[in-house]
């Protein structure tokens, strides 16, 4: 356990550097010139309908896995034959791995501030959250979406065998995500099994949960507001849109979880690919 954590600490310590000499803090850069570029197109209609605030929702959504899976898609494939020389000297996978996520952390735990203090530029958010204020819960809900997304390219690494590969995979990752949040399709059937296994199903939940999307007083659907003829339509009730403790609670879970399985799938793939070394 002590060699593990030691190991651990050293590749956290090499990831600082090579974050520092290999310039990957321009991550941070483009973190904030997307979450300007979404946040200034749809923060003027935000809260204005329900249409136009699960629109804005679902592209800072796309945003923040865009951002994450873009932290780490080609990383560890960069390094499959640096890790079998040092797995056949006594790499623990386990550590390497880990050493990644947690460094990780600090690089989102940036991102996401950057993407909710641009937000905040644009937006006017609503003080009342689900479980306490709303911008807290916002900036919990992003983290972990980037997070995820940042653990889900990790994973994708560690099973391609080179940068190329890894980024062929990229776009069919991100287009599954989009896919599969609820917003652009209903999800019934084997889809909606798929996608709850997705960051983006989760992390519209815990965002729709947090504005109360099924609210139709305070949001509207658009034919509501354009048009007095509708003014007494009523929308279809979204479940996981329920501003319940439980329902972002368990949001913020399936996504930890998702982000555990990756973790244990880059851990063990590595294992597999060195396992002759």
């Not at 994450?68 to 390094?79: H, L, V």
């Not at 889900?152 to 560690?158: A, E, L, R």
Request: charged fraction near 15%; include cysteine; charge should be positive.
């Amino acid at each position: 356990m002590n060699k593990r954590i030691a190991q651990l600490s050293v590749y956290f310590k090499k990831n600082f550097r090579l974050f520092m000499n290999q310039k990957n803090w321009k991550f941070i850069v483009i973190a904030a010139v997307i979450s300007f570029l979404v946040c200034s197109i749809v923060g003027k209609n935000m809260y204005k309908t329900f249409e136009d605030t699960q629109s804005g929702f679902f592209a800072i959504t796309s945003a923040a896995i865009w951002v994450g899976i873009f932290n780490s898609i080609q990383r560890i494939c960069k390094e499959h034959n640096t890790i079998a020389s040092e797995y056949r000297s006594g790499l623990h996978i386990s550590s390497y791995i880990l050493s990644h996520v947690l460094f990780d952390f600090f690089v989102c735990l940036c991102q996401a501030a950057i993407l909710m203090g641009i937000c905040c530029a644009f937006i006017d958010f609503p003080s009342e959250g689900t479980l306490f204020a709303a911008i807290p819960e916002y900036f919990i809900t992003l983290l972990l979406i980037i997070w995820g997304a940042d653990i889900m390219g990790i994973m994708v690494s560690s099973v391609s065998s080179n940068p190329n590969v890894a980024m062929t995979a990229m776009p069919f990752v991100l287009i599954l995500q989009l896919v599969m949040s609820g917003v652009l399709f209903k999800l019934e059937g084997w889809s909606e099994a798929i996608a709850n296994i997705t960051y983006s199903k989760w992390g519209m939940s815990a965002l729709g949960s947090t504005a109360d999307l099924n609210n139709g007083k305070s949001l509207p659907s658009r034919i509501n507001a354009v048009d007095p003829m509708f003014a007494n339509f009523k929308r279809e009730y979204i479940e996981m849109y329920e501003s319940e403790a439980g329902t972002i609670l368990a949001a913020w879970g399936m996504i930890a979880l998702i982000s555990a399985v990756c973790i244990v799938i880059s851990i063990l793939s590595l294992k597999f690919r060195n396992r002759n070394s």
